[in-house]
Structures are given as structure tokens and as C-alpha cells.
């Protein structure tokens, strides 16, 4: 538990700065933040780490806390990435929906393997709402379920199929090819 306690605490403190308008918190400001007690846990983890957090101030200016300028090209990368793999994440929770008999799924099922599906924490309110042709969330029976909105055809491919159509063997309508296959089973 330790271990995801250290950087649980980084990855707050990032978003924090990130979400000011200045790119910084002023170190007096951060208990409003996150709390009187867990503000003492943040300094530790921001003296900790100078690589990431730089702490500024001085001289009629009071101390701040920023990222520093490689925390900051990090940060940015890892939001192109994240946009980079929206489409994929959209379509490999499509087909999870479509796996399923009534192409439902409870949320809290989704948010049990959201991590080994590559959701973001959040995808309740930025990944759901954003694609309102693919998904909605519909309570039955007083659980929350996620809805496939239409079934997409294409999607419905296994992995097996797409190598062999990409290699050939299979074409795109289904309709395998002719070849020979030898009496020990190898093409």
C-alpha cells in the first residue's frame, strides 16, 4: 500500500498545479487545497522530489510550488498520449459492450478493470459523455449500467480473423481463399 501511497500523492499535487491559471500554488494555499494534515504529507513529498517540484519564492515574494520544466514536457506528453488513445479505448469498450448478451455492463464492473482496460479515472464524466452515439448510462434495477448505443459489425471481428484478413488469408467479406495445406498441417 505504501508503494501507491507516494505516487497517488505526486500525481494530486501535479493535478493541483496543473488545474492553476499561474502554473503554481502558493505553499500557504495548498492547505486550503488538500487539508491541514495532508498538506505536511505534500511538503515531504515536494522536498522529496526536485526533480518534479520546484519551490520558488523569496524576497517579498512568498514561497510557491511549481512543476519543474521536464515534470512539465512529462505532463504535456502524457496528455498527447492520452488524446492519442482515446479512439482505441472507445473501441475496445465498445467491444466489451458488445460482448456481452444484452450489450450491457454494470458500471461498477467497468470500473473494477478500468485499469487493466486503460481508463481514465474519470471516464464516467470524460470519456461516456463525449461519445453519445456509442454509449449512454441507464439505471435497471437500481444499478447503473453502461449501454452500447449501436452495434457496429466491423467491431464484431476476433483478433484471429483481423491477422489473417491483414496477411490475406481471409478476405475482408469473410470468404477465405484457396491454398494448399500440407499432411503435417504447415502452409
Excluded at 492553476?20 to 515536494?46: P, S, T, Y
Excluded at 488469408?169 to 504447415?186: H, L, P, T
Amino acid at each position: 500500500m505504501d508503494l501507491r501511497k507516494k505516487p497517488a500523492l505526486i500525481l494530486e499535487l501535479k493535478s493541483i498545479i496543473q488545474y492553476q491559471k499561474q502554473g503554481m500554488v502558493l505553499l500557504r494555499d495548498l492547505e486550503k487545497e488538500v487539508g491541514f494534515v495532508h498538506k505536511w504529507n505534500c511538503m515531504a513529498v515536494i522536498e522529496r522530489n526536485p526533480s518534479i517540484f520546484y519551490v520558488g519564492g523569496g524576497n517579498r515574494v512568498p514561497p510557491f510550488v511549481q512543476l519543474t520544466e521536464k515534470a512539465e514536457r512529462v505532463a504535456r506528453e502524457e496528455a498527447e498520449a492520452k488524446q492519442l488513445m482515446e479512439p482505441i479505448l472507445v473501441r475496445n469498450l465498445r467491444k466489451l459492450l458488445m460482448l456481452s448478451v444484452d450489450c450491457r455492463v454494470p458500471l461498477e464492473s467497468i470500473e473494477f478493470v478500468q485499469c487493466e482496460l486503460g481508463l481514465p479515472d474519470d471516464f464516467k464524466k470524460s470519456l461516456i459523455p463525449k461519445y453519445p452515439e456509442f454509449f449512454s448510462v441507464k439505471d435497471v434495477s437500481g444499478r447503473a449500467y453502461l449501454h452500447l448505443e449501436n452495434w457496429d459489425s466491423s467491431l464484431a471481428v476476433t483478433a484471429r480473423e483481423e491477422r489473417l484478413a491483414s496477411n490475406g488469408i481471409v478476405a475482408s467479406d469473410g470468404v477465405g481463399k484457396n491454398f494448399r495445406i500440407s499432411k503435417d498441417g504447415n502452409f
